[in-house]
């Protein structure tokens, strides 16, 4: 229904997979170490990353400011008045303001799409509504929304508990909290794509960093795997993802649209996940630790256990700061699947201004609601231990493992149809197409290519999967270990081969649109 107008502020956007980017980072590298620059690294991050976020629409820098400003101010009022009701409209003032520029800016266009329909509303170049559709989407405005609102609410909450623990990292001075959470809102490697920062565990690690501190192995290792997950997976595996889009999987058989499909899945994960941990790697080099976003996701056996894997920084900020408040599962069965379905479909609409992305959450919510009402979400989060009764023999622990997470995956990948496809018929029309197509042949062509650049992904996941960690665990002798590392020496000096020679067409990051 309807149409859309607007355009994501984002086309000039500094790629971590950039020669610019590279090229930028080496100069803010260099200035940042270099001895009499010592006492202004934060200055100089915050100028660093002021220029990084208006590369790609200057005018929207000011957005980013008027965020900053916000949530320096109401988190700063917070932690210095003694009075419990002031310091709570403060708080609330300051939630709020970061909701309204959020919805005005996000959601606004969807907004006035909806009620246009509805009341067959003109959209005329010159209308109110036309104003609204035109409205620009600042890219990375939901990750650093959501970290102005940490920081509000933790000072808040902190305050509540004990005046010495949020003035930790609340300075008494205005001017050097303003610098600060200019530093934490706008700290350039996760401002576009999180991973999602909390105030309490950034603030303490601003101080001045050295140059022999850097934690070289762990960095070569994150931007490694990072760019390799991005440039050799996922650009290489859009171009066959791509005919999943509508019409073109029309044309395509049963078993060609799993495979694409499968690939889908696999791309997104290596997108986002590549992402990550660019972002976390740039982040050490600097001298600071931001939280890691995923762990091994697709090895999950539950769904509740996959949003415990899958972008860990919004999930638990999703729990936190909404989930708990609306008082999580401690006021019954019904209020607690309420809770679910309510904090799903948030968090689905927080992904996209679209219908389709609240359809995804409450698909989520609603798996996670039958799963703790059938207490799967209990029973298939942990193996039993080596030693314990509850042992199965080794290949029965293996299907049963196996089994279950291929079952989440198949519903996991089933719910990024409505990423593929954002239009919820065609999305429909696909699994229609699925049972209608099953006498054609399969497409070798997409096939083929889509299992060799997915494979990587499964063979990462593989020394996570339960069964063999446990095999690991009873072999944990000084040889076994000895052969694990030189198999990571091996696959990272693989991974970083195919960076330079099987990298694919440079493509933004899927989550750019978030």
């Known amino acids: 229904m309807g149409y859309s107008l607007r355009k994501k502020a984002k086309s000039q956007t500094m790629l971590f997979n950039s020669i610019e980017f590279l090229v930028f980072f080496a100069i803010v590298f260099t200035i940042y170490y270099f001895p009499p620059f010592q006492k202004l690294q934060v200055p100089i991050l915050i100028i660093a990353s002021c220029i990084f976020y208006s590369w790609s629409a200057p005018a929207l820098l000011l957005i980013l400011l008027l965020s900053i400003i916000i949530n320096a101010t109401a988190s700063f009022q917070v932690a210095r008045i003694s009075d419990k009701k002031q310091r709570f409209y403060w708080a609330l003032s300051g939630v709020v303001l970061n909701v309204l520029i959020l919805s005005l800016f996000k959601y606004a266009g969807l907004l006035t799409d909806f009620v246009a329909d509805v009341f067959n509303i003109a959209r005329t170049e010159g209308s109110i509504a036309y104003l609204f ?10 990750f650093y929304t959501f970290e102005g609102i940490s920081l509000i609410v933790d000072v808040l909450t902190q305050k509540d508990k004990s005046e010495t623990e949020s003035n930790a990292y609340v300075s008494p001075n205005f001017t050097q909290h303003l610098l600060n959470t ?8 996760n401002l576009l794509s999180g991973p999602i920062l909390k105030s309490k565990t950034f603030y303490p690690q601003i101080a001045p960093k050295y140059f022999k501190d850097i934690p070289l192995n762990f960095i070569f290792q994150s931007l490694v795997v990072g760019y390799f997950l991005k440039m050799v997976i996922a650009d290489n595996l859009k171009d066959y993802t791509f005919w999943i889009s509508f019409p073109y999987y029309q044309g395509f058989g049963t078993i060609t649209n799993l495979t694409l499909l499968f690939g889908y899945s696999i791309q997104i994960f290596a997108d986002f996940a590549g992402y990550s941990l660019i972002a976390i790697g740039f982040a050490a080099a600097l001298g600071y630790q931001i939280p890691d976003n995923f762990d091994f996701p697709y ?3 539950s769904l509740s256990e996959f949003w415990r894997r899958w972008h860990i920084s919004l999930s638990t900020w999703l729990r936190d700061y909404l989930y708990f408040p609306l008082g999580g599962n401690r006021q019954g069965k019904i209020r607690t ?3 679910l379905m309510t904090v799903m479909t948030l968090g689905g609409l927080w992904h996209g201004a679209a219908w389709s992305y609240a359809v995804w959450g409450i698909y989520h919510g609603f798996g996670l609601a039958v799963e703790r009402f059938f207490g799967f979400d209990k029973s298939k989060n942990k193996s039993p231990e080596p030693d314990s009764a509850e042992t199965k023999p080794i290949w029965l622990q293996l299907l049963f493992d196996s089994l279950s997470v291929l079952g989440i995956f198949s519903f996991v990948s089933v719910g990024w149809l409505l990423f593929k496809l954002p239009r919820f018929e065609e999305a429909v029309d696909f699994v229609v197409t699925l049972v209608r197509n099953y006498k054609v042949k399969p497409g070798w062509s997409h096939i083929i290519p889509t299992l060799i650049f997915s494979i990587p992904v499964v063979i990462y996941h593989i020394p996570h999967f339960p069964t063999w960690q446990n095999l690991m665990e009873q072999d944990s002798n000084k040889n076994g270990q000895k052969v694990w590392s030189l198999y990571q020496d ?8 195919m960076i330079f020679l099987n990298s694919g067409s440079s493509k933004q990051f899927i989550y750019f649109q978030f």
């Open 133 to 142: 559709l035109k409205l620009p989407l600042p890219i990375g405005i939901s």
């Open 182 to 189: 200019s530093f934490f809102i706008s700290f350039f490697p």
């Open 299 to 301: 090895i999950s056996r």
């Open 337 to 339: 699947y309420v809770n």
């Open 490 to 497: 091996l696959a990272l000096g693989i991974m970083l081969a």
